[in-house]
């Protein structure tokens, strides 16, 4: 259990680490009635550092951006880019996906739209369907033994039992070896 916590600890300092310098990003789609949809992108930094070919989805000139600043209660200024656009239907989204050049670009998007009557009441499903961009990972036999397989996939209780249970002077001797 302490392996786990302390597994849990080392990867959120490890994210928190890594996104320090990088702008909080949100984007919002706003879905309109007869298929047209608003999209708002609002980043927030501590310097003014923002580089839209990072934003996960395709910025151009057609948007419009705004640029202001904010003083926070502890008297940091935060920089914020707003970017607005309205799409006149999907088309005009998967076109954009297409022709991006962002850094995403090899990610494979597309944006569906749905309009569904139903007796007293119309239903508007709007997605957004991004690939998986690791289709095929390596095997991990290709990186461990088979000993090391087994305990890769062993439950978590069964590693503690031989770690810790009457059995784990041998598991200890192995340590140094095998990587236990």
């Known amino acids: 259990m302490k392996m786990k916590r302390l597994s849990i600890v080392i990867t959120l300092a490890i994210l928190m680490t890594h996104s320090c310098n990088e702008p909080e ?3 919002t789609n706003i879905v309109h009635p007869d298929g047209s949809v ?23 000139s057609t948007w419009n951006i705004r640029d202001s600043l904010e003083i926070t209660e502890d008297n940091d200024t935060i920089w914020i880019k707003r970017a607005e656009k309205l799409f006149s239907n999907v088309s005009e989204i998967n076109l954009a996906y297409q022709t991006d050049s962002g850094v995403n670009k090899d990610i494979t998007r597309r944006a569906e739209f749905s309009r ?19 289709e095929n990972g390596y095997p991990l036999s ?9 305990w890769f996939y062993s439950p978590e209780n069964i590693r503690d039992n031989r770690r810790h249970g009457p059995d784990s002077l041998a598991c200890k001797a192995l340590r140094p070896s095998s990587g236990l």
Request: no cysteine; hydrophobic share 40%; proline share 4%.
């Open 38 to 60: 608003t999209r708002k992108i609002e980043m927030k930094s501590t310097e003014n550092n923002f580089d839209p070919y990072d934003i996960q989805v395709p910025l151009d």
């Open 142 to 150: 290709d990186f461990l033994n088979k000993e090391e397989l087994l």
């Open 116 to 134: 569904k009557f139903r007796w007293f009441n119309t239903r508007i499903r709007f997605s957004e369907i991004v690939d998986q961009l690791l």
């Open 25 to 27: 990003t949100v984007v």
